[in-house]
């Protein structure tokens, strides 16, 4: 009968730091992500304009009820996937660089889904026809579904980004490590949002 594994104390220093450099790993990424979030925000908001969802641009669009079942009433369009694509493709750079690994490649979809959920807020701070006191239902057609004040959609992106992230670990001790990395990623994006918003009331 194998003996059972101690479970990680944190009240001992080692566990203490170890859990602050994780934090503080997952701190930094989140500052990478929310410059990238925020270039492609302010880039689409020069698309886009005052029409969200591609509502204006030459794109194909997939409007059929099943789409529309699946999405919430938006259509799919090529501008979208084609974009959606090319981040992808650029999240996995760093496989130029090293060989592919399933906690790398959770890893690199899970901020595939944070960033989408960061990038299409920030859409709506930096668009000057809409900004948070139009962040409603009533004014944005594309998401028809809110809880809260805040579209499902990106309830539905944060929990896919911390499933897949946590889904590349083999052990309890590295979902533990994962769990504090997504968290400081994310603490690291929201208060980045939050002093943007800030910024662009004044």
Avoid: C
């Avoid at 009968?1 to 203490?16: G, I």
């Avoid at 980004?161 to 994310?186: F, N």
Wanted: no cysteine.
């Amino acid at each position: 009968m194998q003996p059972k594994l101690a479970r990680r104390d944190y009240s001992q220093p080692e566990a203490t730091l170890s859990v602050i450099t994780s934090l503080r790993r997952g701190f930094s990424h989140g500052m990478f992500l929310f410059l990238v979030a925020t270039l492609l925000a302010l880039l689409e908001v020069q698309i886009e304009g005052t029409n969200g969802w591609a509502g204006a641009l030459p794109t194909w669009r997939a409007e059929g009820a099943l789409v529309r079942a699946i999405t919430g009433g938006r259509p799919i369009t090529g501008y979208h996937v084609y974009l959606w694509l090319l981040l992808l493709a650029l999240l996995h750079t760093p496989l130029l660089f090293t060989r592919f690994t399933r906690e790398l490649e959770t890893r690199l979809l899970g901020w595939f889904f944070l960033l989408t959920v960061s990038w299409d807020f920030l859409w709506f701070v930096w668009n000057p026809s809409f900004g948070l006191s139009r962040f409603h239902s009533e004014n944005i057609w594309w998401y028809s579904r809110w809880l809260l004040g805040i579209p499902v959609d990106y309830y539905v992106g944060l929990a896919l980004s911390l499933l897949v992230y946590l889904a590349g670990a083999r052990s309890r001790q590295k979902r533990g490590t994962h769990a504090q990395e997504w968290s400081g990623t994310v603490v690291a994006v929201a208060t980045l949002t939050i002093i943007t918003i800030a910024i662009t009331w004044i």
